[in-house]
């Protein structure tokens, strides 16, 4: 069964940096992709950012360049480095895994950023 449970979330202060760890219960390598999504209530999902197998990245166009993904496999274990936060990124986030037309999701985690 697959299992995802992301870890990190907190309060951060505008212009600050925040870490989120996914761990998965089974080897990163057999999903298509995994990534980062995040959700503000009223708002429909948002992509943040995704990693597929193959180690291309994709990332939502509000947080290039302060974002960064990346991954460890001997860990099975996904990161998000968030670096200059701004209010607006405020949200809980979601780690979610793809394989093939199957979908998983984490339960989420907080991250809030004070003006």
């Known amino acids: 069964q697959v299992q995802l449970a992301e870890s990190g979330g907190g309060l951060v202060q505008t212009g600050g940096s925040l870490g989120l760890s996914c761990g998965t219960s089974i080897n990163i390598f057999e999903f298509n992709d995994v990534g980062w999504y995040r959700q503000v209530p009223g708002n429909e999902r948002e992509l943040v950012a995704t990693i597929n197998v193959g180690g291309r990245t994709d990332y939502g166009e509000s947080v290039k360049g302060r974002f960064t993904i990346s991954r460890d496999g001997a860990a099975n274990t996904i990161y998000l480095r968030m670096d200059d936060l701004k209010p607006e990124d405020t949200a809980v986030y979601y780690c979610?895994?793809?394989?093939?037309?199957?979908?998983?999701w984490g339960q989420g985690t907080q991250v809030t950023v004070s003006s």
């Open positions: 979610r895994a793809r394989i093939l037309r199957s979908y998983y």
